[in-house]
């Protein structure tokens, strides 16, 4: 097997520059070279484990399918595993053309667009792209979701976290009638470890223990740059006809606590309306497509537990009532960062715009908002964003990528020192805020 190395250099990412598997001591190198093909194997693992079930399910047509699906996937991880230029995607969704052009777009003066010579954002999110472009060309397994499984087993391996939660929020919820800085905080910080718990670093396991998130206080140190207070501001400054909007990330526990700030804001008249950005085909394993949304409350309110229950039930009537409403957008699957918004989607961009707050969530959502640029990380967020400041926005990360910005001068010299692989992990994290607004 090629280890690469022809076309990549024994080098850090240098500072500014887009990230790329080029640079063979940089997490992009170790993603594209290892995790990629591990992902996709298990993702072939997975579906020989449900050969039967799909025979089942759509017959000998199923089983064609089946295979077909496998041998796309097997020549994918071929093609990265050799380098090889990535291929147009090849079905009649909307966001094709686009995928194809800025691939096209990405060529070096012979034409090719390598798995280790392109921006890592194109390389991972075209790697997902046509995972889904193997089932979309079936017949039968057209909306087959391969990623199903491990999101469903995350959601019940954390019930009894959530149910924990859910108590502590109806009390919180309780107390008083008048929405409570030291809460919202608290809550917000849930939010932001329950980020950890994403698919894609861990291989599909659930590897955090999510009671561990829950205890606040020995994680207050690992947040290297905690803007909650400004977050906090501008919530509690907005009219009670505020829109808030959150740009989801994970499934299963991470979705839970997302669907707890959000109670928080609704129910303390923060906001009239919350609206919830979903992927719209499976991506990077535990991202939330609008069925695991609609899932995640049915199952809640069904739950044998009187807590999960009670909230279920509550965040059920607010969908029902449009209170919160999801919303699905192919931008978000785009290789794209989110400065390409304004030109390719201006009604996305106009839409978020309306709202009082953005809040990003996840390590993706960071790399897309900062450009995919090794920054220096004393960069101001403000210069990072690039001209994308549709209205005030948060980001709450957990670090899992070689990308940081907005950091105090030597701190991140001093994380370093610390572990080198402080980036990799997902044990520090991040609350960012920014107020700048650039209206189209
Ligand atoms: O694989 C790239 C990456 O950004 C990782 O760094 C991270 O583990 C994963 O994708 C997704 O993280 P999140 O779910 O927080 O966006
Ligand atoms: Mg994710």
């Known amino acids: 097997m090629c280890d690469c190395s022809p076309q990549s250099m024994d080098l850090k990412t240098p500072r500014n520059v887009y990230l790329t598997a080029f640079y063979k001591r940089s997490f992009a190198h170790h993603t594209v070279k290892n995790r990629m093909p591990v992902i996709l194997t298990q993702v072939i693992d997975g579906l020989a484990r449900n050969k039967e079930e799909i025979a089942n399910a759509h017959g000998e047509e199923g089983q064609n399918d089946l295979k077909s699906v496998i041998g796309e996937l097997s020549k994918l991880k071929y093609e990265i595993q050799t380098n090889k230029s990535l291929r147009k995607i090849v079905s009649d969704a909307p966001d094709v053309k686009f995928y194809n052009d800025y691939i096209t777009g990405q060529s070096d003066k012979d034409g090719n667009v390598t798995f280790f010579s392109v921006i890592w954002l194109l390389s991972e999110c075209y790697m997902y792209r046509r995972i889904r472009e193997a089932f979309e060309v079936t017949n039968t397994l057209k909306n087959y979701d391969p990623f199903l499984k491990q999101k469903r087993d995350s959601h019940f391996q954390a019930l009894p976290v959530m149910a924990k939660l859910a108590q502590y929020l109806i009390e919180v919820l309780e107390k008083s009638d008048e929405p409570k800085k030291e809460d919202f905080i608290h809550l917000l910080k849930i939010n932001l470890w329950g980020n950890k718990c994403d698919l894609s670093l861990s ?21 290297l740059c905690d803007h909650s207070e400004k977050v906090w501001m501008a919530v509690s400054g907005a009219q009670s006809s505020a829109i808030i909007d959150i740009v989801l990330d994970n499934s299963g526990y991470e979705l839970f606590t997302d669907l707890c700030i959000a109670d928080y804001l609704t129910t303390k008249k923060l906001a009239s309306k919350i609206r919830f950005y979903v992927k719209t085909i499976p991506w990077f394993i535990s991202d939330v497509m609008a069925t695991d949304f609609r899932w995640t409350i049915d199952h809640l309110r069904m739950n044998v537990d009187e807590y999960l229950r009670q909230v279920g039930i509550k965040w059920f009537n607010y969908v029902a009532n449009g209170t919160w409403v999801v919303i699905e957008d192919n931008f978000w699957t785009l290789p794209v960062d989110f400065s390409y918004m304004r030109d390719v989607k201006p009604e996305l961009y106009k839409e978020l715009a309306k709202a009082t707050l953005v809040i990003f969530k996840g390590d993706l959502n960071y790399r897309k908002l900062f450009g995919e640029k090794n920054w220096d990380p004393t960069t101001p967020i403000d210069e990072a964003l690039q001209n994308f ?23 991140a010299e001093k994380m370093e020192a610390i572990t080198e692989k402080w980036m990799e992990t997902g044990d520090y994290g991040l609350i960012q805020f920014s107020e700048k607004i650039v209206s189209v």
């Open 389 to 411: 400041n549709p209205t005030k926005l948060c980001t709450l990360r957990t670090i899992k990528a070689d990308i940081v910005c907005g950091l105090p001068q030597g701190l």
């Open 203 to 223: 291989n599909g396991e659930m590897t955090s223990n999510t009671d561990d998130l829950f205890n606040l206080e020995s994680l207050e140190p690992n947040i």
